[in-house]
């Protein structure tokens, strides 16, 4: 039997309307590369929640989502400035540089959080032909470290990009958690605060597979579906894909897989905040904790419960919530860490 963890939001299954979707839209045939009603419907609803003229094209993996999106705006001569602990940075292989071709500048945080006062000293060599030209802002919300924006500071860094005659991207693999952590809808912390394109997940929030990058800017529409044909995410069945975002949307399954996640993470928080030999190093804003533990009860804890580390240097994990997430896999977690402390005689 696989075992339950914390190590992603990746490692849950698929939640059960999402199933029913996938069956549903498995009745006949249709047709192909997402010339279906299932794509079409599901393009309204995700107009119906980022305005209508929202650009929508669907793709396979949250690493896709993230290059198009970059790829619409930037071309090989650019730069793409982003946070140090950025997914496109750290987790995604250096796809960004091999398939763009362009430059990575990143900048150090303490939460994972670009401000414009951080980003304003790489605003430079604009018109040089020796420097790489600085195109487009990348942040994530939540953050790689759980943190959140807020809609004020994505406006501000909006603002900042525009005003130099850049892009702002919005990786939002978690973008439902971002939105139910903030009490708001994904419009206000997306097109509404300035964004042009956003990497809109779907993975880590219960779907089989599938993620959509949402084009806000005309100009970065254009010519976009050669290069997703071109990057190989014009996927020729994509009724599969495109019927679990209509399913996602109806009824606001997003928030309510997102604020359960959000909410198991909080009581997480809670728990482990008894017990002093654990030190929680980021606010728990979204569906993810971040802790440093004693290092001699790790392997033994991730043996029945996996996780991964985040900074193995100073015994820092990090613990991610899902929609299927538990009280009782928070209850029973914490009890093992406890007994485990009080057998080492921490």
């Known amino acids: 039997?696989?075992?339950?963890g914390f190590a992603s939001d990746n490692n849950s299954g698929v939640h059960p309307e999402i199933i029913k979707a996938i069956i549903s839209a498995n009745e006949g045939h249709t047709m192909s590369y997402g010339e279906d009603v299932y794509s079409e419907q599901a393009k309204a609803a995700i107009r119906k929640h980022f305005g209508e003229n929202t650009e929508v094209f669907f793709v396979l993996t949250g690493t896709a989502a993230n290059i198009l999106s970059l790829k619409s705006a930037v071309d090989s001569f650019n730069s793409v400035i982003c946070a140090e602990t950025a997914h496109i940075n750290v987790d995604e292989c250096a796809a960004p540089e091999k398939n763009i071709g362009c430059k990575i500048y990143t900048i150090p945080t303490p939460d994972g959080k670009l401000t414009p006062e951080l980003i304003k000293p790489h605003l430079h060599g604009f018109g040089s032909e020796h420097h790489a030209q600085p195109k487009i802002i990348s942040i994530s919300t939540p953050t790689e470290l759980g943190t959140v924006f807020s809609i004020d500071e994505i406006k501000?860094?909006?603002?900042?990009?525009?005003?130099?005659?850049?892009?702002?991207?919005?990786?939002?693999?978690?973008?439902?958690?971002?939105?139910?952590?903030?009490?708001?809808?994904?419009?206000?912390?997306?097109?509404?605060?300035?964004?042009?394109?956003?990497?809109?997940?779907?993975?880590?929030?219960?779907?089989?597979?599938?993620?959509a990058v949402l084009i806000f800017n005309k100009d970065l529409a254009l010519n976009f579906k050669y290069k997703q044909k071109q990057s190989?995410?014009?996927?020729?069945?994509?009724?599969?894909?495109?019927?679990?975002?209509?399913?996602?949307?109806?009824?606001?399954?997003?928030?309510?897989?997102?604020?359960?996640?959000?909410?198991?993470?909080?009581?997480?928080?809670?728990?482990?905040?008894?017990?002093?030999?654990?030190?929680?190093?980021?606010?728990?804003?979204?569906?993810?904790?971040?802790?440093?533990?004693?290092?001699?009860?790790?392997?033994?804890?991730?043996?029945?419960?996996?996780?991964?580390?985040?900074?193995?240097?100073?015994?820092?994990?990090?613990?991610?919530?899902?929609?299927?997430?538990?009280?009782?896999?928070?209850?029973?977690?914490?009890?093992?860490?406890?007994?485990?402390?009080?057998?080492?005689?921490?």
């Open 156 to 211: 501000a860094i909006a603002d900042l990009a525009h005003q130099n005659g850049m892009y702002l991207h919005i990786d939002g693999a978690r973008l439902a958690n971002a939105a139910a952590s903030l009490g708001t809808d994904m419009k206000s912390i997306t097109v509404d605060a300035g964004a042009d394109v956003v990497s809109l997940g779907g993975t880590k929030n219960g779907l089989m597979y599938g993620e």
């Open 1 to 4: 039997m696989n075992k339950r």
């Open 232 to 346: 190989m995410q014009l996927v020729s069945k994509m009724r599969f894909v495109s019927a679990q975002f209509e399913a996602y949307l109806k009824d606001n399954l997003w928030l309510r897989i997102a604020q359960h996640a959000n909410q198991m993470a909080a009581l997480l928080e809670h728990e482990i905040e008894q017990i002093p030999q654990i030190k929680i190093t980021q606010k728990v804003q979204s569906n993810g904790v971040f802790a440093i533990l004693p290092n001699s009860i790790i392997s033994e804890l991730q043996e029945k419960y996996p996780f991964y580390y985040w900074d193995e240097n100073i015994s820092e994990v990090r613990w991610l919530t899902s929609f299927d997430t538990t009280e009782d896999d928070i209850r029973n977690f914490v009890t093992l860490i406890k007994e485990l402390i009080r057998q080492k005689g921490l």
